[in-house]
């Protein structure tokens, strides 16, 4: 998660409107064939900082961001990562087990605060940037291109990861082994599309973030393509409305007092919760409001709360998946 404590870094998590660049590529190869000239060679890669020189088989990358599970879980030869503790709890044994062993060259959600020295000592061959658009700015490119090749593609909104895991693998050259849970999760998807979208397409849903850095007296509205929304995206399911401000786009912060003028209309309020079914302690705050208890989708029981809500990889939204089954077959309204 890329939301701080403060209002101006948690206005990073709330990602701002702009186009995400498609891959295009253009391999060239070593006309020689000895193995140090093919080790050398490279391809374009388009990015959204342009067209970038990369190698064409990278041995050594740095990945941050939303860029750090996917070629992970994908097998890419890195030699650091910013750290990603938002799915620890998505992670299988030996996906941890990966995660841990790397070197981490930025705590999570704060690309600020980038250890560049840390990202010269894991000399890479290719630099991989994930985070969010907004946090470019953040970041000292020219000293990172000074180092590698650097292939900036940040999402605009947290449901791009679906296409952006694949730039990303792409531009690692993990392509083939990142594409291996696509199938089940589209396939899992249209199934639960199928067994809902009927029943519920007509309610309106709206959603809670549980991991956006909330304070007292706050709650987090997400709209769709937000942090948990964005599973419900393949589902057939509405998360009508928008933020007041335009570039927050998916969601944004409201007092506890504006909670029934924003959440009364909805028939479905969803939210994230740990891995074990537990309310995250900033989210209880919220649940234990009178405003909250009031209102008419919490009164009925119409709630779905969502384990692995941060999940940003087809292998670990399979698991959020099961968790939205779950809970939409529990919906009093189906009855």
């Known amino acids: 998660m890329w939301a701080g404590r403060t209002r101006g870094a948690r206005r990073l998590a709330v990602l701002g409107l702009a186009a995400v660049t498609t891959v295009?590529?253009?391999?060239?190869?070593?006309?020689?064939?000895d193995e140090a000239e093919n080790a050398a060679a490279t391809r374009t890669f388009e990015a959204q900082n342009g067209a970038v020189e990369i190698p064409a088989d990278p041995q050594r990358?740095?990945?941050?961001?939303?860029?750090?599970?996917?070629?992970?879980?994908?097998?890419?030869?890195?030699?650091?990562?910013?750290?990603?503790?938002?799915e620890i709890e998505n992670m299988d044994e030996e996906t941890l087990a990966a995660y841990e062993a790397l070197p981490k060259v930025a705590p999570?959600?704060?690309?600020?605060?980038?250890?560049?020295?840390?990202?010269?000592?894991?000399?890479?061959?290719?630099i991989i940037l994930g985070v969010p658009a907004r946090a470019r700015e953040e970041l000292d490119m020219a000293k990172l291109e000074a180092?590698?090749?650097v292939v900036f593609l940040g999402p605009?909104?947290?449901?791009?990861?679906?296409?952006?895991?694949?730039?990303?693998?792409?531009?690692?050259?993990v392509a083939d082994a990142y594409g291996e849970f696509k199938q089940?999760?589209?396939?899992?998807?249209?199934?639960?599309?199928?067994?809902?979208?009927?029943?519920?397409?007509?309610?309106?849903?709206?959603?809670?973030?549980s991991a956006c850095g909330i304070e007292p007296g706050e709650f987090f509205r997400e709209y769709a393509s937000s942090y948990t929304t964005n599973l419900f995206d393949d589902l057939g399911l509405e998360f009508p409305g928008e933020p007041a401000d335009p570039e927050d786009v998916h969601g944004e912060y409201l007092s506890l007092e504006q909670m029934p003028a924003n959440l009364a209309e909805a028939d479905v309020i969803v939210y994230g919760v740990d891995a074990d079914g537990s309310v995250p302690p900033e989210l209880q705050a919220v649940f234990d409001s009178p405003l909250w208890q009031n209102l008419p989708a919490v009164r009925a029981g119409n709630l779905v709360p969502v384990r692995h809500a941060n999940a940003a990889t087809y292998e670990t939204a399979l698991l959020a998946l099961e968790s939205i089954d779950t809970g939409l077959a529990a919906l009093p309204e189906r009855s």
Do not use: N
Not at 61 to 86: F, H, K, M, N, S
């Open 24 to 33: 295009g590529l253009a391999g060239c190869g070593s006309d020689s064939g």
């Open 61 to 86: 990358i740095v990945a941050c961001g939303y860029a750090t599970l996917p070629l992970i879980q994908a097998g890419a030869d890195l030699a650091a990562v910013c750290e990603w503790t938002r």
């Open 108 to 126: 999570d959600g704060s690309v600020a605060a980038l250890d560049y020295e840390a990202v010269t000592a894991a000399r890479p061959d290719l």
């Open 147 to 149: 180092l590698a090749p």
């Open 156 to 173: 605009t909104d947290p449901g791009q990861w679906r296409e952006l895991g694949e730039q990303y693998a792409d531009a690692a050259g």
């Open 184 to 209: 089940d999760y589209e396939a899992r998807a249209a199934e639960i599309s199928q067994a809902y979208a009927g029943p519920l397409g007509d309610l309106k849903f709206a959603g809670l973030c």
